[in-house]
């Protein structure tokens, strides 16, 4: 059933670069992102683009929502379905509402559906599971191709949301008649071999777990796309190891948090956007000058002082780097998981999928 794995996280962990390729199966042709299932929607009548998901599906959409903007220009929300209900969202028929979800059955976002729905936006839903109630009661559904996901830490369902988030920003674009570089989609349908070599470095995130599993807490920092990436690298820790940790947007530091940190803090900082890696880069530097510990996950290749935990990540566009980080931030938080004893693939209090509000 494990394939030989110890555990259902670590072989869905490794089936990442499968899934991901049955994700991109049938959507790249001749350079052009085909997505049929949307072909009769007109996205120039969309004002507005609202993502509304939940725990991780959440964390994927956050950065579907970062991609859309910078590559389709439009104007968009993400929110976290509890929330989304209650909070009068602007919805009307110019809305395009996106339900991330990899059961399809989780109730906020069933009901946040429905409300977008009745308030008339045109709903797609992106979902896992075939025939679930998501697919079935949106007008239009994206599948990711992930197969059945066992363990309760979500791993390769976010990988091939994220998939397949990029891939609609980018069908959008195209559909707007904005710019999309060859480049990026050359990038994409590379993207399977590029997750196969970072999974091969899985003994240096065994080895940064190590930095772990003794604290209590943990920071992650990043910016822009990096921070949808810390969001989701905090919680997979928390879930599976329960070291408690909390993502800062790296700017925010200085406005709070850094009081926390001291002799011996772990920090961990994603710093893929060539735009401001140096800024987030800076701000390890104030947290080293206060005793942290630091794991620098980056593309940023000038020597950065002091840091002695640096992994290179592949140099591919900034638009796709969610994808490869999340690698290294799943198997970081595998490993203090299982260095500390815990029951990876059941957490205690989670369950796989949370039918009631
Ligand atoms: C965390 C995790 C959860 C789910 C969330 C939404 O690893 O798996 O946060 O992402 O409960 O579930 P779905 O995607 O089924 O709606």
């Given at each position: 059933?494990?394939?030989?794995y110890?555990?259902?996280?670590l072989k869905?962990?490794?089936?990442?670069?499968?899934?991901?390729?049955e994700?991109l199966r049938?959507?790249?042709h001749?350079?052009?992102?085909?997505?049929?299932e949307?072909?009769?929607?007109?996205?120039?009548k969309?004002n507005?683009?609202?993502?509304?998901a939940?725990?991780t599906?959440y964390?994927a959409?956050?950065?579907?929502a970062h991609?859309?903007k910078?590559?389709?220009?439009?104007?968009?929300?993400s929110?976290v379905?509890?929330?989304f209900r209650?909070?009068?969202p602007?919805?009307?028929?110019?809305?395009?509402?996106?339900?991330v979800?990899?059961?399809?059955?989780?109730?906020?976002?069933?009901?946040?559906?429905?409300?977008?729905k009745e308030?008339?936006?045109t709903?797609l839903?992106v979902?896992?599971?075939?025939?679930s109630?998501i697919?079935?009661?949106?007008?239009?559904?994206?599948y990711t191709c992930?197969g059945?996901?066992i363990a309760?830490?979500?791993?390769?369902?976010?990988?091939t949301q994220l998939v397949?988030?990029?891939?609609l920003?980018?069908?959008?674009?195209q559909?707007l008649?904005?710019?999309?570089?060859?480049?990026?989609i050359?990038?994409?349908?590379l993207?399977?071999q590029?997750?196969?070599?970072i999974l091969?470095d899985?003994?240096v995130?065994?080895?940064?777990?190590?930095?772990l599993?003794?604290?209590?807490?943990?920071?992650?920092?990043?910016?822009?796309?990096?921070?949808?990436s810390?969001?989701?690298?905090a919680?997979?820790?928390k879930?599976v190891?329960?070291v408690?940790?909390d993502?800062?947007?790296?700017?925010?530091?200085?406005?709070g948090?850094?009081?926390l940190?001291?002799?011996?803090?772990?920090?961990?900082?994603?710093?893929?956007?060539?735009?401001?890696a140096?800024?987030?880069i800076s701000?390890?530097?104030?947290?080293?000058?206060?005793?942290?510990?630091?794991?620098?996950?980056?593309t940023?290749?000038?020597?950065?002082?002091?840091?002695?935990?640096t992994?290179?990540?592949?140099d591919?566009?900034p638009?796709?780097q969610?994808?490869l980080?999340?690698?290294?931030?799943?198997l970081?938080?595998?490993?203090?998981?299982?260095?500390?004893?815990c029951?990876?693939?059941?957490?205690r209090?989670?369950?796989?999928?949370?039918?009631?509000?």
């Amino acid at each position: 059933k494990k394939d030989g794995y110890d555990t259902f996280m670590l072989k869905e962990i490794h089936e990442q670069p499968h899934v991901i390729a049955e994700t991109l199966r049938g959507r790249i042709h001749q350079q052009h992102i085909v997505l049929d299932e949307l072909k009769d929607i007109d996205f120039s009548k969309f004002n507005k683009v609202y993502f509304v998901a939940c725990g991780t599906a959440y964390h994927a959409s956050l950065c579907g929502a970062h991609v859309l903007k910078k590559v389709a220009h439009l104007p968009v929300l993400s929110e976290v379905a509890s929330e989304f209900r209650y909070n009068d969202p602007l919805i009307d028929e110019k809305t395009l509402a996106i339900f991330v979800s990899q059961s399809g059955e989780t109730a906020d976002t069933l009901a946040a559906l429905r409300l977008a729905k009745e308030k008339k936006a045109t709903t797609l839903a992106v979902a896992n599971v075939l025939g679930s109630t998501i697919s079935r009661d949106a007008d239009y559904v994206l599948y990711t191709c992930a197969g059945p996901e066992i363990a309760v830490a979500s791993t390769k369902a976010y990988t091939t949301q994220l998939v397949l988030l990029i891939l609609l920003a980018y069908y959008i674009a195209q559909n707007l008649n904005q710019d999309v570089h060859d480049d990026v989609i050359k990038q994409l349908q590379l993207i399977p071999q590029y997750v196969d070599n970072i999974l091969k470095d899985e003994p240096v995130f065994a080895q940064y777990a190590h930095m772990l599993k003794d604290m209590h807490d943990a920071y992650f920092i990043g910016r822009n796309l990096d921070y949808a990436s810390v969001l989701e690298g905090a919680l997979k820790l928390k879930e599976v190891s329960y070291v408690h940790a909390d993502a800062y947007v790296a700017g925010e530091l200085k406005h709070g948090p850094i009081a926390l940190i001291e002799d011996g803090s772990v920090v961990i900082a994603v710093a893929t956007q060539p735009h401001i890696a140096q800024k987030t880069i800076s701000n390890i530097q104030e947290t080293i000058a206060r005793g942290a510990r630091v794991i620098l996950l980056t593309t940023h290749h000038e020597e950065v002082k002091n840091v002695q935990n640096t992994y290179y990540l592949p140099d591919v566009e900034p638009t796709l780097q969610a994808i490869l980080v999340a690698i290294p931030l799943q198997l970081i938080a595998y490993y203090t998981a299982c260095l500390k004893g815990c029951d990876v693939d059941k957490p205690r209090n989670l369950a796989k999928s949370v039918t009631v509000e």
